[in-house]
């Protein structure tokens, strides 16, 4: 045998996408009684289709006892699936997993937290949660304390923490595991600069000194870079790269400019202006793909102007992950450059594109773009942050309280 | 290295039953939380669990003994009667609900970490055992008020608590699972516990009930498995009953508990691989 404590063969997982219903709600009985009877009257063709989707196929690789691996990819590309099976909560559908020791993962901070408890209690529930036994815990419990900073407040329930005391203390406890293997996904995206340093740091710390292995997949470069020495890329549900962080990483964001930076490249001189480039940059004027909800980014657009008029204006739009519409702006006249500027605390975090295309309004559309210029936010602290699992729209509604 | 983990589709682990020990902690700390929870928030929360059992005695008494005239041959209080069926029969009908709705009140848990899903609704049983003391004091008091001594059988007791455990048990981790899978599944549960009331000796008795079946029949009724369980409960509570476990048909209700049991388990650990994709 090798000493390689993860072996991944052949790993793949299928989800059935149902049609029928288009809400995504849970299934009844009720449904599917009526539906199966449904099916004995009808033909066989006219039952409501169904799609396969294979969220991983055919991922192999090997990972080295105390390597930490960075995972990578675009949203969709199978990382959370991939994390998901890796840590046993679902089951593959393909494939096979050999791993040589526990495993603990930390899919979102403050898992199993209960709002009632209190801190303290919080700490043992959530440790126990995480695999750790209460002697552990004990043991252990001044050291997670002190690591959270929390101590004021221990007595306290949680519900009445902060959110940043809240994943504080729930990475605490997640960071005083001693499993052989821990998988994390992107914690380090929450919480104030110097905390996620001292996350960083513990994880380091893990991996490098007490030779453990750590899975972390995360949307924060710099932070796979600093922390993992090799990395996979995924792209599709499969391992596009398996190599040395650097290499993987280059290849990604290389990946991800080609699709954020739209140039074209054959120019339609016949049409009266036509649109050359579409880039995102940050006030600074720097090229950026990521942005983080509370920073300003600008849009720029290159055209090329062949026949000056006076109708003609340029129409944007922006769409989310889902290429759902989300707001749209309209100049007035064009230009050969055009900026418009958004944000802070605009757009939620998730990927979203650009729509865009000039038209004289109701008489004709000059040129059109659909879904160019990819770009991701991501969220570093906002208050919605603690309700990162669910849907909450796609941008901050800025609103005034008023209590009466 | 003593942890080797394979993960390969449809593996029925090996060592199942061993994580399921090495959970242990996890199991307490569950049960320790949904108690904790439960009784926490809510002063009524105590006095719900003796207000409940109390009211159903009380109106029971008055209905059955008092106007349908049932009980009036012995010579134990109809109180005591009543109760001695209250208890098991409001231990089931709380374990079962708690233990149905158990899995889905915890999807945040099932869908980050990894632990053996079983201990979820084990635990939520838990919550139930604190309903049952509480019960059992109110018993006690009774006792006291109509100046009763029970028999000695009543030393027996434990182990229709077990029974009772195992009969809400079985059924309530099938129905959790079917819960993940079809929500509709929660409206069947109190239609149960409504339905099987009036199914089980805790109005009457099991002796006023087999002289009106036909003796060919009586083998449905026993089907019910909280007729072994009250039955049981009976004979340890009040005085000069048979022995349950001296007639055959006691053991239909406890072969048809264990079947459940063994069934739910069977079906649980089928499904439960893939409760973090339907949940």
């Known amino acids: 045998m090798s000493d390689a404590i993860i072996k991944v063969e052949g790993l793949g ?307 989310d992950q889902y290429k759902r519409k989300v707001a749209s702006s309209e100049s007035q006249g064009l230009a050969e450059k055009m900026t418009i500027k958004f944000g802070p605390n605009f757009l939620v975090r998730g990927d979203y594109s650009v729509n865009a295309f000039i038209h004289s309004p109701g008489v004709e559309f000059v040129h059109m773009l659909d879904d160019v210029c990819n770009f991701s936010i991501i969220d570093n602290g906002s208050k919605f942050m603690i309700y990162r699992e669910h849907d909450y729209g796609n941008v901050f509604l800025n609103t005034t309280w008023i209590y009466q | 290295m003593d942890h080797r983990i394979i993960i390969e589709p449809g593996r029925s682990e090996k060592n199942y039953w061993k994580d399921l020990w090495r959970y242990r902690e996890l199991f307490y700390i569950l049960s320790w939380r949904d108690v904790k929870v439960k009784y926490k928030q809510t002063v009524l929360g105590v006095v719900w669990a003796v207000l409940r059992p109390l009211l159903t005695m009380i109106v029971f008494t008055f209905v059955f003994g008092r106007m349908a005239g049932m009980g009036a041959q012995s010579t134990v209080p109809y109180a005591i009667i009543v109760f001695a069926g209250m208890l098991p029969w409001n231990f089931f009908s709380i374990s079962l609900t708690e233990c149905s709705n158990s899995l889905v009140g915890n999807t945040n848990l099932i869908t980050k970490v990894y632990f053996p899903r079983m201990i979820i609704p084990a635990s939520s049983v838990i919550t139930s055992f604190i309903d049952f003391f509480i019960s059992f004091a109110i018993l006690i008091l009774l006792f006291i008020v109509y100046g009763y001594m029970p028999p000695v059988e009543i030393i027996y007791m434990p182990l229709f608590w077990i029974f009772a455990f195992l009969a809400s048990f079985g059924p309530g981790l099938y129905l959790t699972a079917l819960n993940v899978k079809y929500r509709d599944f929660r409206y069947i549960i109190p239609f149960i516990v409504q339905f099987g009331l009036f199914i089980s000796p805790v109005g009457f008795t099991t002796e006023t009930m087999v002289q009106k079946i036909p003796s060919d029949w009586q083998w449905v009724y026993y089907l019910n498995p909280m007729v072994g369980v009250i039955d049981g409960f009976r004979w340890c509570i009040i005085k000069d009953t048979p022995n349950p476990m001296l007639h055959y048909p006691f053991y239909i209700s406890l072969g048809v508990t264990l079947f459940l049991v063994w069934l739910s388990i069977y079906q649980f650990r089928k499904m439960e691989k893939n409760f973090a994709d339907m949940i």
């Open chain 1, 13 to 319: 997982k299928r989800y059935i996408i149902s049609h029928e219903q288009p809400t995504g709600s849970y299934t009844a009985l009720r449904d599917v009684i009526s539906n199966k009877a449904k099916g004995v009257l009808k033909k066989k063709e006219q039952l409501p289709p169904k799609e396969e989707f294979w969220a991983l196929k055919d991922v192999n690789f090997e990972i080295k006892k105390g390597q930490a691996v960075g995972i990578i990819g675009r949203n969709g590309a199978g990382k959370s699936t991939l994390l998901k099976v890796l840590s046993r909560i679902t089951e593959p559908t393909t494939g096979r997993i050999e791993m040589n020791g526990r495993v603990a993962s930390l899919l979102e901070v403050g898992t199993g937290f209960h709002p009632e408890l209190t801190g303290r209690e919080n700490i043992f529930l959530n440790g126990a949660i995480l695999g750790m036994g209460r002697a552990e815990i004990r043991k252990k419990f001044d050291e997670i304390v002190e690591f959270s900073g929390v101590e004021k407040f221990l007595d306290t329930p949680v519900k009445r923490y902060s959110s940043g005391m809240y994943v504080r203390l729930a990475f605490a406890v997640a960071a005083h595991l001693e499993p052989e293997i821990l998988v994390v996904d992107e914690v380090l995206a929450v919480g104030d600069a110097e905390f996620q340093k001292k996350c960083l740091g513990k994880m380091n710390e893990v991996s490098k000194n007490e030779g453990r292995t750590v899975i972390f997949v995360s949307h924060d470069i710099a932070a796979i870079r600093q922390l993992c020495a090799t990395c996979v890329l995924l792209k599709n549900g499969q391992v596009a790269k398996y190599a040395e962080s650097s290499l993987v990483v280059s290849e990604y964001l290389k990946n991800k400019e080609a699709e954020s930076f739209y140039q074209n490249k054959n120019i339609d001189t016949s049409k009266d202006a036509v649109l050359k480039k579409i880039y995102l940059t940050n006030t600074a004027g720097e090229l950026k793909t990521t942005f983080n909800h509370d920073e300003e980014m600008v849009l720029h657009f290159e055209l090329a102007i062949h026949k000056k008029s006076e109708k003609n204006n340029l129409f944007i739009t922006l769409l």
